[in-house]
């Protein structure tokens, strides 16, 4: 499987980097009582999307302990049986970085437009 964490620059592939990095998280949180709380769950087929969040012992919400998540699993080659294959995590940011960056992103696209030749088209290779 290939686990995203976005807070983290590179997925995670693999059981054994899976396991790393859980153990991890279970030593950093470990025994805290921290519940996973599903808000809203949406499936079809081998695919379900989960908004979340992060929960004390006693219930009350974690600050900034919201996300959500997608989960794909396809059919074992040899058992047929299904396996996760990928997941996406998307937790709330700790830093709301939106006012400084849509000026940013609202300039990149006024340029794009402005110069379109520098937007790179799919399909189109140098020897073309």
């Given at each position: 499987?290939?686990?995203?964490?976005?807070?983290?620059?590179?997925?995670?592939?693999?059981?054994?980097?899976?396991?790393?990095?859980?153990?991890?998280?279970?030593?950093?949180?470990?025994?805290?009582?921290?519940?996973?709380?599903?808000?809203?769950?949406?499936?079809?087929d081998?695919?379900?999307?989960?908004?979340?969040?992060?929960?004390?012992?006693?219930?009350?919400?974690?600050?900034?302990?919201?996300?959500?998540?997608?989960?794909?699993?396809?059919?074992?080659?040899?058992?047929?049986?299904?396996?996760?294959?990928?997941?996406?995590?998307f937790?709330?940011?700790?830093?709301?970085?939106?006012?400084?960056v849509?000026?940013?992103?609202?300039?990149?696209?006024?340029?794009?437009?402005?110069?379109?030749?520098?937007?790179?088209?799919?399909?189109?290779?140098?020897?073309?």
């Amino acid at each position: 499987a290939t686990y995203h964490d976005t807070l983290y620059p590179e997925p995670f592939v693999g059981a054994a980097a899976l396991r790393t990095h859980f153990a991890h998280m279970e030593h950093t949180f470990g025994g805290r009582g921290l519940r996973f709380v599903v808000d809203d769950l949406a499936a079809a087929d081998c695919v379900a999307g989960v908004r979340w969040h992060v929960a004390l012992r006693n219930g009350t919400p974690l600050p900034l302990g919201r996300g959500a998540s997608t989960y794909r699993a396809a059919p074992d080659s040899e058992t047929g049986r299904l396996l996760l294959v990928e997941a996406w995590d998307f937790p709330e940011p700790s830093f709301k970085v939106a006012p400084l960056v849509l000026p940013v992103l609202g300039l990149v696209v006024r340029l794009l437009e402005a110069f379109p030749q520098l937007v790179p088209r799919p399909g189109n290779q140098e020897s073309e």
